[in-house]
């Protein structure tokens, strides 16, 4: 599986950012987002079912941040909004295990995307 990001930036609070990710090779049924912030352990930021369509969401994130797919171009999007200077971090996309109602990152991730977020 690869798995190509893009989207970070920097950005002043507040503010949104929307990343993408296309995958290929091997699909997954589920693709999302971890997280690393300098000096932190890496964070599950989100990940959905493209079966279904169920999203999830670490709860740092919820209510700000909106995971998408389309699956005919194998890409899943973040729309992140309402940043914080504690979103700062480098954003991968992965491939996560989805077992009962929870989630966990699993198999593969791409290259990151940086995100900061300062005025």
């Known amino acids: 599986v690869q798995l190509q990001a893009s989207g970070g930036g920097l950005v002043q609070p507040g503010g949104s950012l929307r990343l993408s990710c296309t995958a290929s090779?091997?699909?997954?049924?589920?693709i999302g987002w971890l997280r690393q912030a300098p000096g932190k352990e890496r964070e599950g930021v989100s990940c959905?079912?493209?079966?279904?369509?169920?999203?999830y969401y670490g709860d740092s994130v919820k209510g700000r941040f909106t995971i998408s797919r389309d699956n005919a171009k194998n890409t899943v999007y973040l729309q992140m909004n309402s940043l914080k200077p504690e979103d700062t971090a480098v954003y991968y996309c992965?491939?996560?295990?989805?077992?009962?109602?929870?989630?966990?990152?699993?198999?593969?991730w791409g290259q990151g995307t940086l995100v900061t977020v300062s005025s």
């Open positions: 992965a491939t996560f295990m989805i077992v009962g109602g929870s989630w966990s990152p699993y198999g593969y």
């Open positions: 090779g091997e699909i997954y049924t589920a």
């Open positions: 959905i079912n493209s079966r279904d369509g169920r999203a």
